[in-house]
């Protein structure tokens, strides 16, 4: 959907919301949270106000080794989980089928050590 800017200029969003039919509202914010849960490792990063540069110091990488990182479209599970992790977050994996969904388990503790 293109939005013209020139109509949004200057205008808050509340009174634009104010405007909206119910239904419309109610599409608005389903959209944003699809929007808000749907995010790229980059994205995710951004919205935890993380830079790269202080993400590869939490990983002991190098800020280039991030940048690939959010760049790549295949990778190891561990590698997803230990970005996650640094960031503050847990990766589950989690299969969804057409009747219900299934929390994969086997990754949960890949890396962790035995005590």
């Known amino acids: 959907m293109a939005w013209d800017v020139g109509i949004m200029a200057g205008k808050k969003l509340s009174v634009l919301r104010e405007k909206m039919t119910p239904e419309a509202q109610a599409r608005g914010q389903e959209k944003f949270e699809q929007l808000r849960s749907e995010m790229d490792l980059a994205e995710l990063r951004r919205a935890r106000l ?8 939490l990983l002991q ?55």
Do not use: C, N, W
């Open 50 to 57: 993380l830079s790269q540069e202080s993400l590869a110091q």
């Open 61 to 115: 990488v190098s800020q280039g080794s991030v940048a690939k990182m959010e760049k790549r479209t295949d990778m190891y599970i561990s590698t997803v989980r230990r970005f996650i992790e640094a960031m503050g977050g847990e990766l589950i994996v989690t299969a969804r089928f057409p009747d219900h969904a299934i929390h994969i388990t086997q990754f949960a503790d890949m890396g962790k050590t035995k005590d």
